[in-house]
């Protein structure tokens, strides 16, 4: 008997240090939505979450950023993501949401790397949203 493939599943970097660990949580229906989950558990849970919503609302090709605010360091290291997840993929959608963006919604979506920046929870419907 041989074992199931096995599915994608969390990849941690521990780079990120200062209590704001990154957590990608790729798609495993589909390669083109993203979840970066940065910080805490709730954020990992929330992030799952996040994904149904936004399959719903048809954010293909998004990546979600899920930012922490638990240190000035955190809110750093969110921001320097953004920059290289834009790096990585020029063509993806980057949504913020999370601690750090429900603080400053403001600060992420000045970041000329973003294309909408949100409230906690809920990045497809409320928050602070960029022309292009």
Known sequence: MTAPPEQPGPQSDPG???GAPTVTIPDAATSTLDIVSMGCRLNAHEAEVMRT???EAGLDGAIIVN????TSEAVRQAAQTIRRLKRERPDARIIVTGCAAQLDPARFAAMPDVDHASSHGRP???????RR
């Open 16 to 18: 990120a240090g200062n």
């Open 53 to 55: 919503y936004a399959r």
């Open 67 to 70: 930012t922490c605010a638990v």
């Open 124 to 130: 497809y419907r409320t928050g602070h949203r960029k």
